[in-house]
Every structure is written in structure tokens, then in C-alpha cells.
């Protein structure tokens, strides 16, 4: 799980550096949400379970078995990317192999989709648990109530993960939703809402395997809401200063999942700083070793443009 | 061969299509315990249980969007839509999400579902029960939109639009649900998507027409053979998109003169693409000006039976123009 967080926050790094060297013309970062994230992700099972995520989720698909090289590759927009061969903006995931649903940018789109998915995968008699993460900004969205609502209504295997990292681009809670968490919106929908920390990965964790458990069993839906915060801008194109104050990021920074679970596995005795020392080294030579390759890999043809646009044929 | 018409047609495809394939699942509002506003999914709920006739929250975005899921995860949803007025909040599921589902993922996922709708007026409708919605997903790649006039059309289509492994929005006329009867055979057949047809043949012009529309040129071709002596050839376009310009075309040329008539508004309607295509391709087999008839650029019709009127065309604005065009 650790090494997980550090991959993920080690691409959003390497990611930047790339964007700052004119490589990688916009990068979504995932720093701050990697607590979040690789708890909710844990307890699902890669190869079975479904994953419905959205643009920030970098340790979600890592979790489901995308590699540093293959999120390299939709960075650089390269003819392998697996989840659109260079056709969508990078972080906007996909891959039918790891079942991960391919989203699109407009916000909360995908909410329906996994309710529809648990739908079908309890139809065909599947133990499938489908994960489904957005911001909290998705949840103004009606798409977002309406996938909520109809999952609802009829207990389906899904579980909403909310992100919730206080704004919606710039935008900020206060100005998103009256109520104070997002998770006082489940019993709207007739299951439960949970609050969880988000930096604590730990208490992630032990939600998701709650809430999975409870999909498994039939007994319907969860909506988790982890408590977050995001340490760099929206995107490579966005400029937070304007919204937020340095003192409000520095403050959130110090309560970063990573160096809290470095802590707690510390105290515990399952790492030493030295080893501590050793996996971030490893990590960072294994995920900035996998980037020449995928900038090296062959760009998409231009005249693909016009295929895929209807069925070719079984590949 | 058994005579029906338009909605029982496409109920006993439907319901075929069901018995024969348990991966097709049919949601919507309305469509499971009340059997669809027009009847078209009656008895369908006892039939096939309430895990694949679902009656749904009045969410359109939400429906299209879980057929979306749906179809994601091994099933063949075919949705309905009440009215096709009522699609305007699934646009976003339409557009950002059905249509690209295929191209943004670089072909790696595919959605083969079906989105029912019925459209078009003459039945006091007014402005939100009768609108016509193909030319605004006509426009967009990656959906198929159809819209047979017939009841043999739209049980073959429909079959067809089951088994297509891309999604199709398919349009039901819904004046013609109970007007237009016709034979439909008894064994199932389809009628491919994306292939027009000629209703009737004729040497002096050619009319192109889709839904309500083609049965008032029909009926004012039939007018005119026996009144006037004018042979008009009416083709049926059958699906918007992708079109079938060859059979419009073959036409176009044989008789030097088109007349494409459509009942949504004239201006950026289906009719003027059709247009544009004769201007472009058939310029110097044209022996009058390419000719449209479409819905006057108000936004809707009226429910007053007057007002309805004269939004509609009908077999005598249709005959008017015919005669108008072959005389030039």
C-alpha cells in the first residue's frame, strides 16, 4: 500500500518536471489524494471487481494494474496508450483488459454508468463489486444524483467513494453545498454515508472493506467521503493562488498521507527509516526509468483520426 | 405474414428479440407495470420479471446513462425515452458519453444499446410532445439514428438495431404508430441500417422523405399519378446516419429533380443535408433546383388544431410542391 502512495505521488512529480520541460502539455495532478485513494482501492479485488474512477485517480488505476509506463504513455499522448491511444487528454482513464471504465471530462457522467454496470453484473449472477470515486464537486451534478438514486432504489453492488477536496476547481465547499459533508447526502438515497480521513489511509481502508462487504453481501451501497486535500493546482493549467492562500496548502501538507503512514508503519516496526529511505529510492528509479521509454514509444498515426468511430470487427 | 401496425410491430420484435436473447434488458419510465405510455412493452413485465423490464426514476440523463453502464457489462439495453422531447437532459449522456464511448477509448470498449424514442407530431402534442430530435443527433458521429416509417421497417430495424454492436437511437413517428399498417412476416428478419429505400417508383421527380412525412408523399404521389399524370419516385431515407446518399442519388439522377420533405424545422433540419448532398454530387443531372420542405423556423407547433396544422405539412402542401417542381 505504501509503495503504492509513492508511486503515485512519484508520476505526479516526474509529471510536473515533464510539464515543465514542454514534454507533457497538461498533467491532472494526484498529490494530497493518495490516502484516499489506495485505501478505497485496496479492498477490491484487479482482474474481477470494476473500477469507475475520475481524471485525479492515479494510485486507482495503479491498484488495478495500470503501469507507470502505460500512464507515461497517455501522458505523452502515444499510440499505446491503453486507455484511448492518444486521443483524450492524459488521466482520463480506460482499459476493458483491467476493467476500467474509459470516462469522459464532463463532471459526474460516470455515476449512472456504475450503477448500470452493478445492474448488469448482478443480473448475470456476478459476486462483481463496482468502485466508483469522484470529487465532491461532482456531487452537484444531477447525473451524480441520479446514478446515487437509481443504485439506491435497488441495493445495487456499488460503492461512491467522494474525494473531497474542499473545491471544485476554485470554487469552495461553502459555495458547493449547504451541508457540512457530502456523506449527509446518502440517506437521501437510502443507504448509509460515511466520513472517513482521508489523509489516514488506514481508516480508508477499513470503510471501503466495510462498504465492499456490504455490496458483496446485497445489502446495497455505501457513499464514502474521504476528507482530502489536493497540493497542487487543479491542473497543469490552473493557477490556485488565486483561491487559496499558501498558508491553507503548507497547513494541509502537513498532514500528508504518505508521511503519516510512514509514521504509523514506523511505530509499528514494519519499516525503518532506513528502508523507508530505500523503497522511495527504489520507487523513483523504477517509475523515472519507465518514462524515456514511453517518450520513445511511436506517436499515433494521424490518419488513425478516423477509425473507432463505429465497430471494425472483433480485434 | 401478418398484418400490424407500426407499434404492434415493434412490440413483437421487441418482445422476440427478448424471448430470444436473455442479455437484452428493456428500461424506461413508465414502460414496466403501466407497459409503456404507447404500449409498447405491455405484458412484457410479466413475462420477463423486473430484472430486465425496469421501471425508472423520471431521470432521462440517469436513463441513458445506466443503459450505458449496462451495455458496459455484457448486457444489450434497449431504453426508452418517453418522448423524444424529453431527451434534451440526456444530451450530455448522448453526446459526451454514448456516442464517443468507442472512439475515446481507441476501440478498446463498445456500447451496443438501443435508445427508443418516439417523435414527430400531428396527435395535439403541442411544443413538448411533439418535436422532431434527428437532425440533432444526426450531427453527431457515433451513434446511428434511424427512423423507419413502416411497420416491416421497423420491425427489421429494430431487430437490427439489437444486434448492432454500436448504439442506435432509434425513432418511432408516433402518428404512425396506429395509422400506418402493412405485412410483417412472421420469421425474424432484419432491414439493415443504413440503407434507404424506394417506396415507389417514378420517372419525373424524385421526393425524399422520412416517418409521417414519406406517407404524405406517398399519398401525394398516388394523388398526382392519377389526377395529373405525374410519376413521382419516393425514396425512403430510413436512417438519418449514417445516410444512404447512393440510393438518393441513384434516384436524383433519374428523374433530374428532388424534392426532400421533413416535418422538423426547415433550417440545419435532416432535409438540408440531404440537400446539400444533391447540390454537391448531382449538380448536372439537376434539371430544376434541389427543393426543401420543411417545418417553418418557429420552435415548435401548437396544440391548437390550427396552429398544429399549419406546422405540419400535409398530402396537399406536399402534392402542391410536387406539381410546382415537375412543372418547372
Not at chain 2, 431504453?79 to 464517443?100: G, K, L
Not at chain 2, 422538423?264 to 448536372?284: H, K, P, Q, S, V
Request: hydrophobic share 40%; proline share 6%.
Amino acid at each position: 500500500m505504501y509503495r503504492t502512495m509513492v508511486t503515485a505521488r512519484l508520476i505526479d512529480e516526474a509529471s510536473f518536471r515533464l510539464n515543465r520541460q514542454g514534454k507533457a502539455p497538461f498533467v491532472v495532478p494526484v498529490s494530497g489524494h493518495e490516502g484516499c485513494q489506495v485505501g478505497t482501492g485496496w479492498p477490491l479485488r484487479p482482474g474481477q471487481d470494476m473500477w469507475v474512477p475520475y481524471y485525479r485517480d492515479v494510485a486507482i488505476v495503479l491498484i488495478a494494474g495500470m503501469t507507470p509506463y502505460e500512464i507515461f504513455l497517455g501522458l505523452f499522448a502515444k499510440a499505446e496508450d491503453p486507455s484511448s491511444g492518444g486521443r483524450q487528454m492524459p488521466s482520463h482513464w480506460g482499459s476493458r483488459r483491467l476493467g476500467i471504465i474509459s470516462h469522459s471530462s464532463p463532471i459526474a457522467t460516470q455515476v449512472p454508468h456504475a450503477a448500470g454496470i452493478a445492474w448488469a453484473a448482478r443480473y448475470r449472477g456476478e459476486d462483481t463489486v463496482v468502485g466508483c470515486w469522484f470529487g465532491e464537486g461532482a456531487t452537484s451534478e444531477g447525473a451524480w444524483h441520479e446514478g446515487m438514486n437509481f443504485a439506491g432504489i435497488h441495493k445495487l453492488p456499488v460503492v461512491f467513494v467522494c474525494e473531497n477536496n474542499r473545491y471544485a476547481i476554485s470554487v469552495a465547499q461553502p459555495l458547493q453545498m449547504a451541508v457540512q459533508n457530502v456523506a449527509d447526502r446518502a440517506p437521501g438515497y437510502g443507504f448509509p454515508g460515511v466520513v472517513v480521513d482521508g489523509n489516514d489511509v488506514l481508516a480508508c481502508y477499513a470503510a471501503m472493506k466495510t462498504a465492499v462487504e456490504r455490496a458483496r453481501a446485497g445489502d446495497g451501497p455505501t457513499l464514502i467521503e474521504a476528507k482530502t486535500y489536493r497540493y497542487f493546482p487543479h491542473t497543469s493549467d490552473d493557477d490556485d493562488r488565486s483561491y487559496r492562500t499558501r498558508e491553507e496548502v503548507e497547513e494541509a501538507k502537513q498532514k500528508d498521507p504518505i508521511a503519516v503512514f510512514a509514521e504509523t508503519l514506523k511505530d509499528r516496526g514494519i519499516l525503518d527509516p532506513a528502508s523507508i529511505d530505500a523503497l522511495w529510492t527504489e520507487t523513483k528509479a523504477n517509475v523515472d526509468g519507465q518514462i524515456d521509454q514511453a517518450w520513445n514509444a511511436a506517436d499515433p498515426e494521424p490518419s488513425s483520426l478516423r477509425r473507432h468511430v463505429y465497430f471494425e470487427g472483433d480485434a | 405474414m401478418t398484418e400490424k401496425n407500426v407499434v404492434t410491430a415493434i412490440h413483437d420484435t421487441l418482445h422476440d428479440e427478448m424471448a430470444a436473447d436473455d442479455r437484452v434488458v428493456v428500461l424506461g419510465e413508465d414502460i414496466a407495470t403501466r407497459g409503456g405510455v404507447f404500449r409498447v412493452t405491455q405484458g412484457f413485465l410479466d413475462e420477463f420479471g423486473e430484472q430486465r423490464v425496469i421501471d425508472t426514476p423520471l431521470a432521462e440523463g440517469g436513463i441513458i446513462g445506466i443503459a450505458v453502464g449496462m451495455a458496459l457489462h455484457g448486457l444489450l439495453p434497449v431504453a426508452e425515452i418517453e418522448f423524444a422531447d424529453f431527451i434534451h437532459p440526456a444530451y450530455d449522456q448522448m453526446v459526451s458519453e454514448v456516442s464517443r464511448m468507442r472512439y475515446r477509448s481507441n476501440g478498446d470498449f463498445g456500447l451496443p444499446m438501443v435508445v427508443r424514442a418516439p417523435w414527430g407530431g400531428g396527435v395535439h402534442g403541442a411544443l413538448y410532445h411533439s418535436q422532431s430530435i434527428e437532425a440533432t443527433y444526426g450531427h453527431i458521429p457515433g451513434i446511428k439514428v434511424v427512423v423507419p416509417g413502416t411497420p416491416y421497417d421497423a420491425s427489421g430495424m429494430l431487430r437490427a438495431a439489437i444486434k448492432d454492436p454500436d448504439p442506435v437511437l432509434f425513432l418511432e413517428h408516433k402518428r404512425t404508430y396506429r395509422l400506418i399498417k402493412g405485412d410483417v412476416p412472421d420469421e425474424p428478419f432484419e432491414v439493415p441500417i443504413g440503407k434507404a429505400d424506394v417506396k415507389r417508383e417514378g420517372e419525373d421527380l424524385t421526393a425524399i422523405a422520412y416517418g409521417l412525412a414519406l406517407h404524405l408523399c406517398l399519398e401525394a404521389a398516388a394523388r398526382l399519378q392519377a389526377e395529373q399524370g405525374v410519376s413521382v419516385e419516393v425514396v425512403d431515407v430510413r436512417t438519418i446516419s449514417p445516410l444512404d446518399k447512393e440510393t438518393i442519388l441513384t434516384s436524383v439522377v433519374k428523374t433530374g429533380k428532388a424534392l426532400v420533405v421533413y416535418e422538423d424545422n426547415r433550417t440545419y433540419g435532416a432535409g438540408a443535408e440531404i440537400a446539400a448532398t444533391i447540390a454537391e454530387e448531382a449538380l448536372f443531372d439537376l434539371d430544376a433546383p434541389v427543393s426543401r420542405m420543411g417545418g417553418p423556423d418557429v420552435p415548435a407547433m401548437g396544440f391548437a388544431t390550427n396552429l398544429e396544422h399549419a406546422f405540419m405539412p400535409n398530402a396537399d402542401t406536399v402534392a402542391e410542391r410536387m406539381l410546382e417542381l415537375a412543372r418547372f
